[in-house]
């Protein structure tokens, strides 16, 4: 059985091939954002994923940024998504110090659902285990994100990193709940 997948890849021609690898060329061989991005310029996806990550909603902000890496590809965006699944690290470490356990059955609950299904049979899962299943998809997803982000522009991404590495230490007890403000995720 063919799945969708196979379904919309088979639609598409040679040219669309051609056309994606001259995209792609193009994209890595310079920055998509500038450095200096006004507010007004700036994606859609990034101000959606600021204001997810302000609620905690991980998963939501997590897919704004995938989507912001489909539209936008460049080192900057790998770097903005290995950041939402860092942060996401970071809060459900801080939780676990914490001892907040239900919390984290609710975090769980928020990467596992999402449909109206749920509602009616929801996953029950242990917390504990929940956060471990959780650190290690996320770190690794991470770990693949940040080497993407690294063969586009390694130092690029060595400056975001010292942001984000500042901004840890400004914020140690909520830097998961926001993106460094010089990355200018959501508007003033």
Same mark, same amino acid.
Do not use: K, N
């Given at each position: 059985m063919i799945g969708p997948r196979h379904a919309i890849a088979g639609r598409y021609s040679g040219r669309h091939v051609l056309a994606a690898v001259v995209l792609v060329l193009a994209i890595t061989?310079?920055? &998509?954002f500038p450095p200096a991005l006004s507010a @007004?310029?700036?994606? *859609?996806?990034?101000? /959606?994923?600021? &204001?997810? *990550? $302000? =609620?905690?909603?991980? /998963?939501?902000?997590?897919?704004?940024? +995938?989507?912001? &890496? /489909?539209?936008?590809?460049?080192?900057?965006? #790998? &770097? #903005? *998504? @290995? #950041? %939402? #699944?860092? %942060?996401l690290d970071g809060y459900l470490q801080h939780l676990a110090n914490r001892d907040e356990w239900v919390r984290v059955e609710q975090l769980y609950l928020n990467l596992a659902a999402g449909r109206i299904e749920d509602l009616l049979d929801p996953p029950d899962v242990l917390a504990r285990i929940a956060k471990e299943v959780i650190q290690q998809a996320v770190? $690794? +997803?991470?770990d693949v994100t %940040? %080497?993407? =982000?690294?063969?586009?522009?390694?130092? *690029?991404?060595?400056?975001?990193? /010292?942001e984000q590495t500042a901004w840890r230490q400004a914020r140690p007890a909520d830097w998961w709940s926001a993106a460094p403000p010089q990355w200018q995720w959501a508007r003033p």
């Open positions: 061989s310079q920055e &998509v @007004t310029e700036q994606s *859609l996806h990034l101000e /959606r994923a600021a &204001v997810f *990550l $302000r =609620a905690g909603d991980y /998963r939501q902000a997590i897919e704004a940024c +995938q989507a912001e &890496v /489909r539209e936008a590809p460049s080192a900057r965006s #790998y &770097v #903005y *998504l @290995t #950041y %939402a #699944y860092h %942060a770190q $690794r +997803q991470a %940040a %080497a993407m =982000a690294a063969r586009l522009d390694e130092a *690029l991404v060595a400056q975001l990193w /010292r």
